[in-house]
Antibody
Framework: DVQLVESGGGLVQPGGSLRLSCAASGFTFSSYWMNWVRQAPGKGLEWVAN????????YYVDSVKGRFTISRDNAKNSLYLQMNSLRAEDAAVYYC???????????????WGQGTLVTVSS | EIVLTQSPATLSLSPGERATLSCRASQSVSSYLAWYQQKPGQAPRLLIY???NRATGIPARFSGSGSGTDFTLTISSLEPEDFAVYYC?????????FGQGTKVGIK
């Protein structure tokens, strides 16, 4: 079974940094585009970023460009999100989500992790 | 950026009733429209992809329809476990966006 387990969330001050991780299992991680999707408390879903299976292409929502960096380590079956210059509006549950088909970015999200909570507050 | 507008924001129904949820796009999204269900404290779960295809394990009471800019998720007969928030989602170019959600609550 596909499993995605996020970690690394926590409380950080505005302007601070945090690195999220997503451990993947149950599929060939190196064959899939991977995504981060977030959900602010009581709000809807927002796609944040994605990365190609080999890491050669990365895409971001405008609101995080220049502050967040998505990366992956296929040897460790892991996805990461480095978040710098954090703002109050970045506070959310961050989900790791897999593309539906191998070697394609896909148009929807086939599998999701349970999420990790990021709180931005002084 | 394509904006997805879901209506109604809240739907109050009884078990056994039919639920009809709408998702309208600000411009055509072709056939790349998906629906997710989310229960409190849980991750979203894929229900429907490419407008009308049910994801693995999704019961037949869930169906999707529509084209271009207007899409519908129908739950033919609500089960107690179907009371949740539902989101539509699309991808155009390199941007994936979601609607704001419709909450299906118990009447």
């Amino acid at each position: 079974d596909v499993q995605l387990v996020e970690s690394g969330g926590g409380l950080v001050q505005p302007g601070g940094s945090l690195r999220l991780s997503c451990a993947a299992s149950g599929f060939t991680f190196s064959s899939y585009w991977m995504n981060w999707v977030r959900q602010a408390p009581g709000k809807g879903l927002e796609w944040v970023a994605n990365i190609k299976q080999d890491g050669s292409e990365k895409y971001y929502v405008d609101s995080v460009k220049g502050r967040f960096t998505i990366s992956r380590d296929n040897a460790k079956n892991s996805l990461y999100l480095q978040m710098n210059s954090l703002r109050a509006e970045d506070a959310a549950v961050y989900y790791c989500a897999r593309a539906p088909y191998s070697r394609q970015p896909g148009t929807f999200f086939g599998y999701w992790g349970q999420g990790t909570l990021v709180t931005v507050s002084s | 950026e394509i904006v997805l507008t879901q209506s109604p924001a809240t739907l109050s129904l009884s078990p056994g009733e039919r639920a009809t949820l709408s998702c309208r796009a600000s411009q055509s999204v072709s056939s790349y429209l998906a629906w997710y269900q989310q229960k409190p404290g849980q991750a979203p779960r894929l229900l429907i992809y490419d407008v009308s295809n049910r994801a693995t394990g999704i019961p037949a009471r869930f169906s999707g329809s529509g084209s271009g800019t207007d899409f519908t998720l129908t739950i033919s007969s609500l089960e107690p476990e179907d009371f949740a928030v539902y989101y539509c989602q699309q991808r155009i170019n390199w941007l994936w966006t979601f609607g704001q959600g419709t909450k299906v609550g118990i009447k």
